[in-house]
């Protein structure tokens, strides 16, 4: 772990903290143990404080106000690297009460367009924003 997450593990960013030093270019961060090919961008709640794709932010960060901890996340979406279909995005989570949570808390029909996995949820790209809507409908 780098001098800089292990310091930032320890406390949440402050506002100095959110500036550029905290976006990375694609492809050129690892993002855990990944390489990313999406913009990083590093968000905090309370104690918990993760990079993750620029296009998940809002998602996770209503997870966790909604008390649902992530593991692992990708945004999805159109990349060469992956081909012309693109790909799904997905959220991870530590276990599976956590990922039957979160299908609680979501209106059915959204629910229902999502494809559900033991400890994981997959959906297209344009849902992100009726994810987050709903979750903060839900008073999370």
């Avoid at 270019?25 to 143990?33: C, D, E, N, V």
């Avoid at 808390?105 to 559900?116: F, I, K, N």
Wanted: hydrophobic share 40%; charged share 20%; glycine share 8%.
């Amino acid at each position: 772990m780098s001098p800089q997450m292990r310091r930032l593990s320890k406390r949440p960013p402050s506002a100095r903290d959110a500036g550029p030093a905290m976006t990375t270019p694609p492809l050129l961060r690892l993002a855990g143990m990944y390489p990313s090919v999406h913009r990083q961008v590093g968000i905090s709640y309370r104690r918990r404080v993760a990079f993750v794709d620029e296009g998940l932010a809002d998602l996770i960060r209503a997870l966790w106000v909604a008390a649902l901890d992530t593991d692992y996340s990708c945004q999805g979406g159109l990349n060469p690297l992956w081909g012309p279909q693109g790909t799904a995005g997905y959220v991870a989570f530590g276990n599976a009460s956590t990922c039957r949570r979160l299908s609680t808390l979501l209106p059915v029909d959204l629910a229902a367009r999502l494809t559900w996995e033991r400890r994981a949820v997959r959906f297209q790209p344009e849902e992100i924003s009726a994810l987050v809507a709903a979750l903060t409908r839900a008073g999370c």
